[in-house]
């Protein structure tokens, strides 16, 4: 092989090697973080079960009432990224007992998520008010989105 030739080689190796290394770390790296994805949540589940128990004819309760935390983690075994997800929120309920709920999230690329209730510990997608009348259940699947450009 001339030494022209050896060069290009050698230029391309280097050039392709280069190529992988960026490529990798790049991947590494997500704004879809637990911490994101646990704010996001228990900032939109606090503001739900404020319109929730207005819409029921219970006791107002502020977001701040609430105090709703979550705890989510990335299917199938943890990390960053969009995809599926579980979260628990352990809020304060109506009568001031903590309540544990768990949610199944997809949460896409963009920052949006869906949630869906992973049991019936809140009820179906439809409740009674206290007059009788059906409401849409706003605990039973909301969806919300964060920010992934800070």
């Known amino acids: 092989m001339c030494r022209a030739g050896a060069k ?3 230029v391309r190796a280097i050039t392709a090697l280069s190529a992988a290394l960026i490529a990798s770390g790049c991947s590494s790296y997500s704004p879809i973080t637990p911490a994101r ?12 079960v404020e319109t929730q128990v207005s819409w029921l004819g219970l006791p107002r309760m502020t977001s701040a009432e609430v105090s709703a935390s979550a705890r989510c983690l990335k299917l199938p075994t943890g990390g960053v ?8 929120v352990i809020w ?3 009568q001031g007992q903590s309540v ?4 199944d999230l997809f949460v896409a690329t963009d920052g949006c998520y869906m949630a869906s209730l ?3 510990s ?13 409401v849409r259940n706003l605990l039973y699947a909301f969806d919300g989105c964060f920010d992934t450009t800070t």
């Open 8 to 10: 290009r080689l050698i």
């Open 122 to 134: 809140l009820g179906g997608p439809i409740l009674k008010t206290q007059d009788g009348e059906n």
């Open 81 to 88: 990224g969009a995809g599926e997800w579980v979260c628990t």
């Open 37 to 48: 994805i646990e704010e996001a949540v228990a900032l939109t589940f606090s503001n739900l």
């Open 92 to 94: 304060m309920g109506p």
């Open 118 to 120: 992973a049991g019936e």
């Open 100 to 103: 544990r709920d768990a949610y």
